[in-house]
């Protein structure tokens, strides 16, 4: 009996004991994320609501408090509003644009046919190239000279030398440029999710449907489409949030303009916070993201709590 004794009381035995608590086990491995949000999303975040209360400049360095002074000068803004715009009209132009790409991506993917392997894996470059490259290249191709955009529509003889357009000169064909470059990143992901719902509808509700006599595009828009809204908007969400923040794509192909034609909120708050030096202004900029973000979402979500599957 003291030899069985002494053989359960191992020194490791009690960290065992509490590794194996769900509770303890779960707390491990959240918490780097957490550490993560906490030090990169949280802490800036903070310093932002705190620099957007003061009068804080690098040519002037006071955290006088202003309270909402520095908001009220941003709304009144010709400049703000025109930016604001302008990144709704980016950001929902380009999710229209990916999740139709996407749709049909996806329904061209399911169907058989020689390579369909090396064609999923290609599909995916937009999304996995590095986005200074991309924008890189899609720079070179809308260029007024050397556009081959440009001379693709001239050899097919749509449009004469002399009235090829300058597409990041014009105010509203660089807007339309910087749509299709960030739906051109975004249809990858598209076609993930749409893949992904696609696959979950059960086969048996297609062919009992198909059966009752619903043609191709009755399957897909009255049947497909509503049992995999949730699975959309979900992706829609995410591609909404990092559309709506992200500046790499203006910043990199049209640095705003032509004339802040491009010009989106992301941009608008690097330029007036960091480049000019305005940080308290910036700061304030920045955080009108948030609560249009907040509304955006939570009407995206409250949607998806009254689709019935």
Known sequence: MVAIADKAAKPGSRLQFILDSPAVLGTIFVSPAVLYVLVLVGAPFLLAMYYSVSAYTIYSQSYRFVGLRNFIDVVQDPVFRQTLLNTFIFTFGSQIVGLILGKFGALLLLRPFPGRKVVRALIMLP?????ALATVAWEW????LYSVINW??????????????????NPHLAMLCVIM?????FFPFAIVIFLAGITSVPQDVIDAATVDGAGFWRRNYQIIVPMIAPIVVVGLIFGIVFTFTDLSIVYLLTNGGPVGATSVLGFEGFQVGIVSGDVAHGAAISLFMLPVLFVLVLVMLRSIRRQEI
Request: aromatic letters at 12%; a neutral charge; charged letters at 10%.
């Open 152 to 169: 693709t529509l001239i050899a097919l003889g749509i449009i004469t030398r002399s009235d090829a357009p300058n597409w990041l000169g």
């Open 141 to 144: 191709m809308f260029d007024s």
């Open 127 to 131: 999304w996995a190239v590095p986005v």
């Open 181 to 185: 470059v960030n739906a051109w990143r």
